[in-house]
């Protein structure tokens, strides 16, 4: 059965590729969460008058490293074929290459990857730089592995289906909530030439940041990430709108700022709920023909899973919640 999966898999995949060429803070298993402490998710669209009907779009800055350039693709249909391609280019360990497309295969059986970029970004990024030397040898394990600073990097599944969702295309606009390890959005880089991301804990996005800026000879595109330090819950309005959203910390609602900056026809992947667990929503927003503008729900697991995600905190460390920032409401 040797590369049968990536093979079959390849061959949905081969028309897609002629034309065009999300973190998880807790590895935790499916569980039963009381509903009332679950977020109601509704199917029905929900309309929002105090969204902008208008939405000016920022200039876009002239691009250290455009994706739309890039011509060599790794083999995706053949394991061996792909680790001599990847050795060719960049100096990694053999055996964490082989380990990385093997945990790309569990991610196809498990529907967290089913786009053929998404595939491509996953096998192109070393997780076990980003995971620090300390976890090198669990880099691949599906697993939330400790960093400094109380914070984790994601498991590979969470990494792998946040970016399946929102899958962008090279000319749109991402913003991440949550540098963290630095991990997803290194993978955006891989999709997107605008990828923005907002971290809170200063040592934390500076050491991040470092390891991208470190890896820019060989991973030119690293150098279309912007950086902020501050707290993500506002979102980042100066370069807002933004065509996708994804927040890497669990809270109990959706930020109006990053409602208001998710440009139209934009999704947001958010973990919203109790800290105990929480319902990883796809949030989509529309303008109506008549101006208004529509917001829609849907739970990404479908109420099979309910992961834990770090809390959404606030500059003082705080956990932004309904009571505190939307006090009446």
């Known amino acids: 059965m040797k590369n049968k999966i990536l093979s079959c898999i390849f061959v949905m995949f081969v028309p897609l590729l002629i034309f065009s060429c999300g973190p998880n803070k807790n590895n935790t298993p499916t569980k039963t969460i009381d509903q009332d402490q679950v977020i109601d998710v509704n199917t029905e669209p929900e309309v929002t008058k105090d969204i902008p009907e ?7 800055e002239s691009l250290a490293y455009n994706l739309a350039d890039r011509t060599d693709h790794p083999p995706l249909d053949n394991k061996e074929a792909f680790i001599a391609w990847r050795l060719e280019r960049i100096n990694e360990k053999e055996k964490l290459v082989a380990w990385r497309w093997d945990r790309a295969e569990q991610a196809i059986l498990r529907k967290d990857i089913s786009h053929p970029r998404v595939l491509e970004a996953f096998l192109r990024t070393p997780r076990e730089v980003f995971a620090r030397k300390s976890n090198e040898s669990r880099a691949y394990e599906d697993a939330a592995l400790g960093l400094s600073y ?13 970016t399946n969702e929102l899958n962008p295309d090279p000319d749109m606009k991402v913003l991440e909530i949550g540098t963290g390890s630095g991990y997803q959005s290194a993978v955006f880089a891989q999709l997107s030439n605008y990828v ?16 991208q800026e470190s890896m820019v000879n060989d991973f030119p595109e690293y150098k279309n ?3 902020k330090i501050a707290d993500g819950y506002y979102g980042w309005e100066e370069y807002a709108p933004f065509d996708r959203i994804a927040v890497t910390c ?15 026809d934009g999704i947001m992947l958010i973990p919203v709920g109790p800290p105990d667990g929480q319902t990883m929503l796809r949030v989509t927003k529309t303008i109506n023909p008549e101006g208004t503008v529509s917001i829609n729900r849907e739970d990404v697991y479908k109420g099979t899973y309910y992961p834990i995600f770090v809390p959404f905190t606030n500059e003082k460390g705080i956990r932004h919640s309904v009571e505190q920032d939307m006090p009446g409401q």
């Open 54 to 60: 208008e939405v000016v779009e920022t200039p876009r």
């Open 150 to 162: 109380g914070q984790t990097i994601s498991g590979p599944h969470m990494v792998c289906r946040t």
């Open 196 to 211: 923005y991301t907002i971290e809170i804990i200063e040592p934390l996005a500076k050491d991040s940041a470092r390891i």
């Open 225 to 227: 990430i912007k950086r």
């Open 250 to 264: 669990g809270i109990d609602h959706i930020p109006p700022p990053l409602l208001e900056q998710l440009a139209p």
